[in-house]
């Protein structure tokens, strides 16, 4: 039993997807190996969600290219709905559309909450995720995903202490 309940807990490789962006370029999850990746589930009439896309562009400015974030829109947004909300966000950040498929092989409930966020390693593992709730307000709209990556993602050294 112990075993089981740790299996549940320990990083589990994230399920790949490759959707079509917002400007009909193909996006694979196994292009961004070797980044932070933040996954993000959510819909352009979501309140919650276009505040995340605010803490979202600080992360992705914080973090450059270290970081990639992927918003992925679900039914009912279309591709006119979310050309809209990227350009009236001004959202730098691929939003991709799917029709569900992606979203069936991270949701394991048969309820979601928006915005949802998976967080996946350097190695393509799924470290933590998160619904918009009650409970994770920190992570959807203060600090704390900013500290969930800071672990993930080393500071940089300072110029005079770097190794040629």
Not at 77 to 105: E, R
Request: contains cysteine; proline residues 7%.
């Amino acid at each position: 039993m112990a075993a089981l309940a740790l299996s549940q807990f320990a990083p589990k490789r994230a399920p790949g997807f490759c959707l079509a962006d917002s400007t009909g370029q193909w996006r694979d999850l196994a292009d961004y190996r070797g980044k932070v990746v933040v996954v993000e589930f959510m819909q352009t009439t979501c309140p919650h969600c276009a505040n995340f896309t605010t803490l979202l562009a600080v992360l992705a400015n914080r973090y450059g290219d270290k970081l990639q974030i992927l918003s992925i829109a679900l039914p009912p947004d279309n591709p006119q709905t979310i050309m809209q909300y990227v350009n009236g966000h001004k959202q730098t950040w691929p939003m991709l559309f799917d029709m569900g498929q992606a979203a069936a092989s991270y949701v394991r409930s048969p309820s979601l909450n928006f915005p949802a966020v998976w967080l996946v390693d350097r190695d393509g593992m799924i470290v933590n995720h998160w619904e918009y709730g009650g409970l994770t307000m920190d992570i959807f709209e203060g600090v704390q995903l900013s500290r969930e990556i800071d672990k993930l993602i080393p500071p940089a050294l300072p110029a005079h202490e770097k190794v040629n």
